[in-house]
């Protein structure tokens, strides 16, 4: 999957603009820096669980990729600052580079494949 190919999923916000500036992350309150950093590491110090144990490192990096993206974008819903960084070009372009560098694209496929993700109200 590559950066074109999510944007294709774009949501009803597809014209959103919004002034997305990595820096805000930088100048946040070490309190929210701290805590951000804190959600990442016991996502990264799990992330070797198997199976059934594997859900609590997801939630952890998933609430510090929450709180990160809300802070660059300025944006609370999480389906405006999805959007507004997959219609961010260095974003995009960034996040090409990492799957061709990485191998990252079939990691990613395969999880896809596997999640148990269902359409929640």
């Known amino acids: 999957m590559t950066c074109p190919e999510l944007v294709s ?13 990595f820096t805000r992350y ?12 804190g959600w990442f590491n016991r996502a990264w110090e799990m992330r070797n669980k198997k199976d059934a144990h594997c859900f609590e490192p997801f939630i952890f990096l998933w609430i510090a990729f929450n709180a990160w993206a809300a802070c660059v974008t300025g944006l609370d819903e999480d ?5 507004a960084l997959m219609e961010h070009n260095e974003t995009c372009n960034k996040f090409d580079e990492f799957l061709k560098r990485n191998n990252s694209n079939i990691l990613a496929s395969n999880f896809y494949d596997v999640w148990p993700i269902f359409k929640s109200q």
């Open 79 to 83: 389906s405006k600052w999805k959007t």
């Open 9 to 21: 999923h774009r949501s009803a916000n597809r014209n959103l603009s919004v002034d997305i500036d």
């Open 26 to 37: 930088m100048r946040l309150h070490p309190e929210g820096k701290k805590l951000i950093l």
